[in-house]
């Protein structure tokens, strides 16, 4: 059967378009690298471990420094083992009717802007060494009506200009002996996964913070024995099983924040109402809240306390499983629950978010209950304290 020469010819040149973009896009527009800067937050990206999973939670800020509006149409990762040899590549781009790069909050980087992408590649089983990963980013010109309606035609493989980083994140097993923060059964209503609101902050742009200190925390409420989080329609703060139960320090320390003064909020209707005439008392919506210095470079933060419950003053020093305050609906937030997050700072504002793992505590799925020894939890976990073992007294 003959083949008509259009055709190979248009075939030849995408299968020698493709294979240029698979092995070595980053090269293709090397002159147009100084339109395009990337830099990461946090600086040093960790690697936090759940079962056979490594993840990868950090930012890329990227910014267009020429006079052109660009469109992202691409983003690639290319793992390589110590040798520089390749073990896994993964991307996402524009093709498809629901495309992958949907996923990416904000596409076009206009000129002299900077974007945020949140790293879409946030899973590795164990069996892949991610020790170094190579990023590239492809973009297409936007400056027209014209470019609009022509990149709508182009190849995911076609491009205008790239941008390449290589990240090396650190493994983070956590320095601080930690315990679930509440001696009940509770849902992880919003951790730190892909999706959730803690780890899609806007630090790192202009006029905003540079770090992102809930990076990886946790959102506890307690829950009954069918999930539950609250009776009736939980429009009154008495509806919520978490509300006023007791909080303890999930490490031992020393308190080197503690606010119990702040009114919890209230619900007018189907509405949060916020206390009037805070003025600076709570710029940062933690309302009443306990920070504990572990004294090895980890701080834990438990906020939204109940106003008045707060048991511990500054420079007190607790330890590991003492009640420090009750669950509360003070400061941001629009329910009763309990925050709680591990940072590298004493300061909510200035810290990073740390990875933090707790020992013997139960995974509740279902009818049954999964004993984990030392671990981590994270958005839709239910988990539930173990029993603190008999101590036998000698006679």
Known sequence: MSINPRIRAITIGLLMLGCAWTNDAAAQRSSHQGLLSVGVRPDQPL????????LINFDFILTNSGRVPLRLNAIRVSVRDAKGALEIRR???DNGFAPGLSTVVQTLLGPGASIKIYNP???????VDVGRLDYDFFFEREASVVDRARNTRRLPVDYDYSAHFTVYPHSYAGRTDLVLPLRARAIVFDGHDFYAHHRRQPQGLPGHRNTNSVRYAYDFMVVDSSGATHR???????????YGREIVAPGSGVVV??????PDNT????LVRHPAGLGDRDPDGLGNHVVIDHGDGEFSALVHM???????????????????????????????????QVMNTAEDSSGEGLPSYFRRFYRVLGSRKLAVTRGDADSGDIVEPMPEPVRRQRN
């Open 47 to 54: 690697i936090e471990r759940r079962g056979d999973d490594q």
């Open 91 to 93: 991307f996402i781009d």
């Open 121 to 127: 590649f946030y899973t590795f089983d164990t069996d």
């Open 232 to 242: 009736g329609d939980g429009y009154k703060v008495s509806d919520w099983f978490g």
């Open 257 to 262: 924040s503690a606010v119990n003064d702040i």
């Open 267 to 270: 619900f007018y209707g189907r």
């Open 306 to 340: 109940k106003a008045g419950s707060v048991r511990v003053r500054k420079g007190d020093r607790v330890t590991q499983g003492q009640i420090i305050g009750a669950v509360g609906f003070s400061g941001d937030t629009f329910l009763p629950h309990l925050h709680y």
